[in-house]
């Protein structure tokens, strides 16, 4: 008589003959009535069953709750009628487990934290603080309004302190304002706590726009690298001073309480220009009122010294142009202040001269020369001990013709 086998359900699974063997029901064998040599075959459905039919590949015949040990990965599945699926271990532990694969599940019982093993290292699933950090991390969250509508934010915890709330709705103000304390008006973005709440809070690390720095409007700062210009007073509030130019060509500064301004880095034959710009009606051009030659030691007035100016100091040691300057130094050295020369003013209206120890006394630079006055232009007296030449006119000539000697 055949034997039928049914599910633990009680659905007929298949029916064997008598002295048959059915191997395609299942993945055992289904040993039929009187089959000869049964017992091997009964011994070897314990085996496969002991190991759960240990195989690189799934069994081919599998029943809903069958067991496969999947020894390619490692890994122990359950049919569900369709697919093994993995029945991964979950080990409760105070250190990482070992011989673990892909799928496991690891309680670390120290932090009371969850990880799963990715057949490499251990992945956190959460939570994401360790035991005894307090609440610390994204936490989304409800706020209602005051004016009773709920908002979806995230807040972020360090140690059960509230360091940024994160909103994508419109600015609204908590309902219960002291329940997030540290914070006003919940606006679009981040909201970072109030430094009065936690000390020297602040963004760290590197931002790529700004729409105010200190609550100041971004274009109420002037620009470094573009022409700009300000309606306030520029200070620049030490000695060094200012400087100008790629090599700091020109520094205004002060030294001790003396203010200067210099050239600086002078290549050669660089002069130090003062000037400005003409009227419109005249032209309008640029036009150098001072030029500083350092070189030269030089100070010339006009347009870059070259003489088109209405006056100019160029070299006042030897003036060759009749608008150049003169120093005394030089003043002195054509009258001869220094080695007693030919004229000299004393200070006084006493004139000396060269000769005087020898009598010469103020000679012309030719005999028969010089005139002193002309018939228009006459000294009114002349004081003198002796008159030595010609005279055509005297007030006393009467004197003269008495004292005259007579010829007979």
Same mark, same amino acid.
């Given at each position: 008589?055949?034997?039928?086998?049914?599910?633990?359900?009680?659905?007929?699974?298949?029916?064997?003959?008598?002295?048959?063997?059915?191997?395609?029901?299942?993945?055992?064998?289904?040993?039929?009535?009187?089959?000869?040599?049964?017992?091997?075959?009964?011994?070897?459905?314990?085996?496969?069953?002991?190991?759960?039919?240990?195989?690189?590949?799934?069994?081919?015949?599998?029943?809903? &709750?069958?067991?496969?040990?999947?020894?390619?990965?490692?890994?122990?599945?359950?049919?569900?009628?369709?697919?093994?699926?993995?029945?991964?271990?979950?080990?409760?532990?105070?250190?990482?487990?070992?011989?673990?694969?892909?799928?496991?599940?690891?309680?670390?019982?120290?932090?009371?934290?969850?990880?799963?093993?990715?057949?490499?290292?251990?992945?956190?699933?959460?939570?994401?603080?360790?035991?005894?950090?307090?609440?610390?991390?994204?936490?989304?969250?409800?706020?209602?309004?005051?004016?009773?509508?709920?908002?979806?934010?995230?807040?972020?915890?360090?140690?059960?302190?509230?360091?940024?709330?994160?909103?994508?709705?419109?600015?609204?103000?908590?309902?219960?304002?002291?329940?997030?304390?540290?914070?006003?008006?919940?606006?679009?973005?981040?909201?970072?706590?109030?430094? &009065?709440?936690?000390?020297?809070?602040?963004?760290?690390?590197?931002?790529?726009?700004?729409?105010?720095?200190? %609550?100041?409007?971004?274009?109420?700062?002037?620009?470094?690298?573009?022409?700009?210009?300000?309606?306030?007073?520029?200070?620049?509030?030490?000695?060094?001073?200012?400087?100008?130019?790629?090599?700091?060509?020109?520094?205004?500064?002060?030294?001790?309480?003396?203010?200067?301004?210099?050239?600086?880095?002078?290549?050669?034959?660089?002069?130090?220009?003062? &000037?400005?710009?003409?009227?419109?009606?005249?032209?309008?051009?640029?036009?150098?009122?001072?030029?500083?030659?350092?070189?030269?030691?030089?100070? %010339?007035?006009?347009?870059?010294?070259?003489?088109?100016?209405?006056?100019?100091?160029?070299?006042?040691?030897?003036?060759?142009?009749?608008?150049?300057?003169?120093?005394?130094?030089?003043?002195?050295?054509?009258?001869?202040?220094?080695?007693?020369?030919?004229?000299?003013?004393?200070?006084?209206?006493?004139?000396?001269?060269?000769?005087?120890?020898? &009598?010469?006394?103020?000679?012309?630079?030719?005999?028969?020369?010089?005139?002193?006055? %002309?018939?228009?232009?006459?000294?009114?007296?002349?004081?003198?001990?002796?008159?030595?030449?010609?005279?055509?006119?005297?007030?006393?000539?009467?004197?003269?013709?008495?004292?005259?000697?007579?010829?007979?």
């Amino acid at each position: 008589m055949a034997y039928t086998i049914n599910l633990y359900d009680g659905t007929l699974l298949t029916t064997v003959a008598d002295g048959t063997i059915d191997t395609a029901a299942t993945n055992i064998k289904l040993i039929g009535k009187n089959f000869t040599g049964y017992g091997e075959l009964i011994d070897e459905n314990f085996v496969h069953m002991l190991e759960n039919f240990a195989d690189v590949t799934a069994p081919t015949a599998p029943l809903v &709750g069958q067991i496969w040990w999947n020894s390619a990965i490692g890994t122990l599945t359950v049919y569900d009628g369709v697919q093994f699926k993995a029945v991964s271990s979950s080990t409760v532990s105070d250190t990482e487990p070992t011989g673990a694969v892909e799928g496991d599940l690891w309680w670390d019982s120290i932090n009371e934290q969850l990880f799963v093993y990715n057949s490499i290292s251990w992945i956190l699933i959460g939570p994401s603080a360790a035991a005894g950090a307090g609440q610390s991390g994204a936490i989304v969250e409800i706020i209602t309004d005051d004016v009773a509508s709920d908002h979806v934010v995230v807040s972020t915890y360090v140690a059960d302190s509230r360091i940024y709330i994160t909103s994508g709705d419109a600015t609204f103000t908590p309902n219960v304002p002291a329940s997030y304390p540290g914070f006003g008006d919940i606006e679009p973005g981040l909201n970072l706590v109030a430094e &009065g709440t936690l000390s020297g809070v602040r963004y760290n690390g590197t931002a790529t726009n700004s729409d105010a720095l200190n %609550s100041i409007a971004s274009g109420q700062f002037l620009r470094s690298d573009v022409d700009d210009e300000t309606t306030a007073i520029l200070k620049v509030v030490n000695d060094t001073g200012l400087r100008v130019g790629a090599g700091d060509d020109i520094q205004i500064g002060v030294s001790g309480n003396n203010p200067f301004m210099f050239s600086r880095n002078n290549t050669g034959g660089d002069v130090f220009i003062i &000037g400005g710009q003409e009227s419109i009606g005249v032209g309008g051009a640029e036009v150098s009122a001072l030029t500083i030659d350092p070189d030269n030691e030089t100070i %010339s007035l006009g347009n870059s010294g070259n003489g088109s100016g209405n006056s100019r100091v160029t070299d006042a040691a030897d003036p060759q142009n009749a608008q150049d300057l003169v120093t005394k130094a030089y003043s002195d050295l054509k009258t001869g202040e220094a080695t007693g020369g030919a004229i000299l003013r004393d200070g006084t209206n006493t004139v000396l001269g060269t000769g005087v120890a020898e &009598g010469n006394g103020v000679n012309p630079a030719a005999d028969n020369s010089i005139d002193m006055g %002309s018939s228009l232009l006459r000294y009114r007296d002349i004081f003198a001990v002796t008159f030595n030449g010609l005279s055509t006119e005297a007030s006393y000539a009467d004197v003269a013709s008495v004292l005259k000697p007579t010829h007979n």
